[in-house]
């Protein structure tokens, strides 16, 4: 009886650290996106123009 309350809640503090939000792969590789950017204070340097 001993390890049968053991095994039961090991298996509900397992079940406990899964999430249930439906987060996609792709949202959760947006916030690890790195931009180049110059200079120290991370001023991103606008696109070239045509002298024209």
Do not use: R
């Amino acid at each position: 009886m001993k390890t049968i309350s053991i095994a039961l809640m090991a298996l509900v503090l397992s079940i406990s650290l899964f999430s249930c939000t439906e987060e996609s792969i792709s949202e959760t590789d947006n916030l690890y996106d790195t931009h180049a950017t110059e200079g120290d204070d991370g001023q991103i340097k606008p696109p070239p123009t045509d002298g024209n």
